[in-house]
């Protein structure tokens, strides 16, 4: 079903001329955890579908595309918020920011831009239990 609905929204952009898909994802798309691999991986592939959608868009005039990235959004049920996390209102200034700038991938908070960068290309914990 997404994939049709996918096929559609992509059919109309390319008949539009321009447009744009936001997609909420997570930073847990970029490094997968042991602790939530069913949420990253979801999200991961979800990135890896928007990637393929922009890169078939790709010509003159083409829509683009915005992948929000967000880090833990604040609330009230966590016992300890994560480092970094921000609050929707925060996210909301972000996306608009980010949208009103053309950035294929948004950050919120962007320092996170940054430190996922390093986090991507150091190793897993090997063997660790």
Do not use: N
Not at 9 to 33: F, K, M, N, T, Y
Not at 72 to 93: L, N, S, Y
């Amino acid at each position: 079903m997404a994939r049709r609905a996918l096929a559609q929204v992509r059919r109309l952009l390319v008949e539009q001329g321009s447009g744009r898909i936001l997609v909420i994802s997570s930073v847990a798309a970029v490094r997968v955890r042991r602790a939530k691999y069913l949420y990253g991986g979801a999200k991961a592939g979800l990135d890896g579908l928007c990637v393929g959608l922009a890169d078939s868009l790709r010509a003159p005039a083409s829509p683009c595309r915005s992948c929000g990235r967000p880090r833990a959004i604040q609330d009230d049920h966590r016992a300890k918020e994560p480092p970094f996390a921000t609050g929707v209102d925060e996210v909301a200034e972000d996306v608009m920011k980010g949208l009103a700038e053309r950035s294929p991938i948004i950050w919120s908070p962007p320092i996170l831009r940054y430190a996922f960068f390093v986090l991507r290309h150091l190793p897993a914990r090997c063997g660790a239990r």
